[in-house]
């Protein structure tokens, strides 16, 4: 009873005028969760690790996500929560969201804006053409399409099923790509990803997640 009332509590401070739509109060409660957590036991802020604008933390390869599609972000929280998606860090912080803490994050960090943050380290120039030939044009002798072709041009993403992983951080990139080809993450749908992953090289999934980290992320104007 006591956390309920404590969260009542906070909401209702936050939340300014529950307007009719309900859709300015849900990107309220959105921008309250990542900022101070839903109040239950647990509610870790979204920010400590991915910050309030949603550019994420390269030194500890938590993700960018601000401005990925709001179904693919509540998707994949849904998934850790059920435990359908490897997420070893994040398992333990969505157990006490509720559909509705998880559909009002989604969306504000889905309309959230962040600058591309610099990753840890300089950059290789020769993995990073190396990463963009098989990014653009795959490697055919291992039956591996360009990732553009689904990720969109420049790996700006298509929402909203294919998320964007231009400008997202190198360690992220590279943790899930490893996570994907040793069958830890097993959500995509028809095991799109865990197949290409498998089929690349250490060499190659450095490559390309170097090339798409050194890419800016997407601006888009999210209705
Ligand atoms: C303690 C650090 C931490 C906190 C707090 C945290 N996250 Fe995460 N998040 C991560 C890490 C690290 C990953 C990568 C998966 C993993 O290791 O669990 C991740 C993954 C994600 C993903 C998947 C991104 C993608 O591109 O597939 C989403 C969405 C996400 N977090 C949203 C949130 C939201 C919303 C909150 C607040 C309710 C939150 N996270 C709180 C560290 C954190
Ligand atoms: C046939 C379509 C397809 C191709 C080609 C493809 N991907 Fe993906 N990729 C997906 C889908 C769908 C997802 C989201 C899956 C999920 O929800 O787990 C994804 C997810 C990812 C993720 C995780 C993103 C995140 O935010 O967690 C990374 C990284 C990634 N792909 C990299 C690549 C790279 C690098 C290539 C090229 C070598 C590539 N993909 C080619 C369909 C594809």
């Not at 500890?60 to 070893?88: D, H, L, N, T």
């Not at 995509?188 to 090289?201: F, V």
Request: contains cysteine; proline residues 9%; charged residues 20%.
């Amino acid at each position: 009873m006591k956390t309920t009332f404590s969260a009542l509590f906070l909401a209702a401070g936050i939340i300014a005028i529950p307007g009719p739509s309900g859709a300015a109060s849900l990107m309220d409660w959105g921008r309250h969760v990542a900022k101070a957590g839903n109040g239950k036991p647990g509610g870790t802020a979204c920010m400590e690790c991915h910050r309030l604008d949603g550019g994420g933390m390269p030194s500890i390869g938590a993700p960018r996500i601000s401005g990925q599609p709001r179904q693919y972000i509540a998707r994949e929280i849904r998934e850790v929560k059920e435990g359908k998606r490897y997420g070893p860090v994040m398992a333990g912080v969505v157990q006490n969201l509720s559909p509705r803490d998880i559909r009002a994050v989604a969306l504000y960090y889905s309309r959230a804006k962040s600058p591309k943050l610099p990753d840890v380290g300089p950059s290789d120039p020769a993995l990073v053409a190396e990463g963009k030939h098989i990014a653009t044009r795959g490697f055919w002798k291992k039956n591996i399409p360009a990732c553009v072709q689904c990720h969109g041009p420049n790996g700006y993403g298509v929402p909203p099923l294919f998320p964007y992983i231009a400008g997202q951080n190198r360690t992220y990139l590279l943790r899930q790509l490893m996570a994907y080809a040793f069958l830890k993450r097993q959500d995509d749908p028809e095991g799109l990803m865990r197949g290409i992953a498998r089929r690349l090289t250490m060499a190659q999934r450095k490559a390309v997640a170097e090339y798409f980290s050194s890419l800016k992320p997407p601006v888009r104007d999210v209705p």
